[in-house]
């Protein structure tokens, strides 16, 4: 190996650092610094000028990935249920059912973060609108304001673990290139394929471990704490007998979602970009009916024309470019296409209440902006781990991980502390689509019998945390934005450290345990 090529590599990714920590946009900060090392190292002669040549056929690639076509699918679901003010409902609903007990306030906290990763998985909208709306009723209750935060903060964070995650559906694409290419190195040519719908099944269970060791912790602190954690007896809504219809009204819509994205997933209907759309339709569906609940009929006569296609679908044949079709299956095809007419329809009424709201505009723009800066940086990685290949970066990286005493455990051990202190300065996708693709390969390389899901899980565990550490934590900063001014900053950083120690207990109990998220993934696809 060219040793001034490796460490030409290495200067490489800690200029890319350095770049991204002066506030550099992370597409060009990527892109340009491999570009330019590049070039110096071509000029040296430590390069092989072909692998530019490479750059298109990456891009092309990256465009064409039906996998990636999830990531604005899921945002979109997520912005569209986050306008249509679910979140506040319940919020508002879960505050008045466990208010009552000791902790109740921070217990309602936890389950509905816990509902809103199922279902939007965008941290910032669910902190906001839990900061917002929360947090001042926590204070007035007499609730620790460390406390407030903290569960608030930690809560607003679980999207990136429950699925569907965009941090899963990113990880998925990269875990899967990197142990493909690790068993084709180690002479297995036709390997396993590692799908995003096995990291969903995977992080399910670790992700409602994490949700109740949140609720554990909130519930000791309020029997060692009392005061800290106050019970609210002055609630008589869950006396009154429109209550428990206000708790359907508002659990009912996000959890039929919830069912529809993953259930789909996980019973092998659909792919997660499929289910995806899914979701997206049904997010807009969801925001048609609550914008007016008074008409909204034709949106639940297309819902019921949704389930009646499936169920045609999956007991009729409806191939229409066959010689001879049956009569009944003739009759099966007509009722689908009625049905999908139907569906149309509702879609549309939905398209004209939320255009006409201002809502569809805005979500479309966010879903935008989002997806057009995950594809660039994507471009960008790209070119960054094609010139670090090129320089015999991963070759290093390689040699370094598996020369660390301790084999396959001081690899892991070493590449998950690394990434958890890059999480203090640099965002999620920048670790995902930078360091996973150089360390992956090279830990599937040490034990070829490690299970892509379980790495995959314990690295979204570990991103996790990333929104929670400062100083560049963006839940912080997300509660700091709309906190009220009598709450400090380090009222917030203060608040946030025992669920960082609390996410580093449970990311422990996976590492000592992979089963936590092989059990699933073995049940549902076998």
């Not at 060009?28 to 430590?46: I, M, N, Q, V």
């Not at 149309?344 to 805005?362: F, K, M």
Request: charged share 10%; hydrophobic share 55%; net charge negative.
């Amino acid at each position: 190996m060219d040793n001034e090529a490796a460490l030409l590599s290495i200067i490489m990714f800690v200029c890319a650092c350095g770049v991204l920590l002066c506030g550099f946009p992370v597409a060009l900060s990527l892109g340009g610094s491999a570009l330019l090392f590049g070039l110096l190292a071509l000029g040296l002669g430590h390069f092989d000028a072909s692998f530019f040549f490479f750059i298109p056929q990456r891009v092309f690639g990256t465009m064409t990935n039906d996998v990636l076509l999830a990531v604005p699918l899921f945002v979109f679901m997520g912005v569209m249920l986050e306008r249509s003010k679910v979140a506040e409902e319940l919020l508002e609903t879960m505050g008045k059912l466990f208010g009552k007990l000791r902790g109740g306030l921070g217990i309602a906290v936890c389950v509905v973060g816990a509902l809103l990763a199922a279902s939007t998985g965008i941290v910032g909208a669910t902190v906001v609108t839990m900061g917002l709306l929360s947090l001042p009723t926590m204070l007035k209750r007499g609730y620790n304001t460390e406390l407030s935060c903290g569960v608030i903060c930690a809560s607003g964070t679980l999207g990136q673990i429950i699925p569907p995650s965009i941090v899963l559906v990113l990880l998925g694409d990269q875990i899967s290139n990197a142990y493909t290419d690790a068993q084709r190195e180690a002479g297995n040519w036709s390997p396993e394929p590692v799908s995003v719908g096995d990291l969903f099944a995977g992080a399910l269970l670790p992700g409602l471990m994490l949700v109740g060791m949140y609720m554990l912790y909130v519930t000791i602190v309020a029997i060692v704490r009392p005061k800290a954690a106050p019970a609210i007896v002055d609630l008589e809504d869950a006396d009154d007998p429109k209550f428990w219809g206000n708790v359907f009204h508002a659990f009912v819509p996000p959890i039929v979602l919830i069912v529809a994205v993953l259930g789909s997933i996980l019973a092998g209907v659909a792919t997660p970009t499929e289910a995806a759309a899914v979701g997206a339709v049904g997010s807009l569906m969801l925001a048609g009916i609550r914008l007016d609940e008074s008409h909204g009929w034709p949106i639940y006569l297309s819902a019921l024309s949704l389930v009646l296609m499936l169920v045609l679908s999956s007991t009729f044949d409806l191939r229409i470019n066959r010689d001879v079709i049956p009569a009944t299956d003739m009759v099966a095809v007509v009722a689908a296409a009625g049905a999908c007419l139907v569906l149309i329809w509702g879609i549309l009424v939905c398209l004209s209440r939320t255009y006409q709201q201002g809502i569809l505009v805005d979500v479309n723009r966010a879903t935008l902006k989002v997806s057009s800066m995950v594809f660039v940086i994507l471009i960008g990685a790209a070119l960054f781990g094609l010139v670090f290949k090129g320089l015999g970066g991963d070759q290093y990286v390689k040699d370094m991980l598996h020369s660390l005493p301790g084999g396959v455990w001081g690899g892991i051990l070493v590449v998950m502390l690394v990434m958890f202190v890059l999480g203090f300065f640099l965002d999620f996708i920048e670790i995902v689509f930078v360091v996973v693709p150089i360390v992956a390969p090279a830990l599937f390389l040490l034990d070829p019998e490690m299970s892509p899901v379980w790495l995959g899980v314990l690295m979204a565990m570990n991103l996790q945390t990333s929104f929670l550490t400062p100083p560049f934590g963006f839940a912080l900063f997300y509660l700091r934005g709309v906190a009220p001014p009598e709450v400090t900053t380090m009222h917030i950083y203060r608040g946030i450290i025992p669920f960082v120690l609390i996410q580093i207990g449970a990311l422990g109990m996976l590492a000592m345990f992979p089963s936590l998220a092989t059990w699933l993934p073995k049940i549902v696809f076998g």
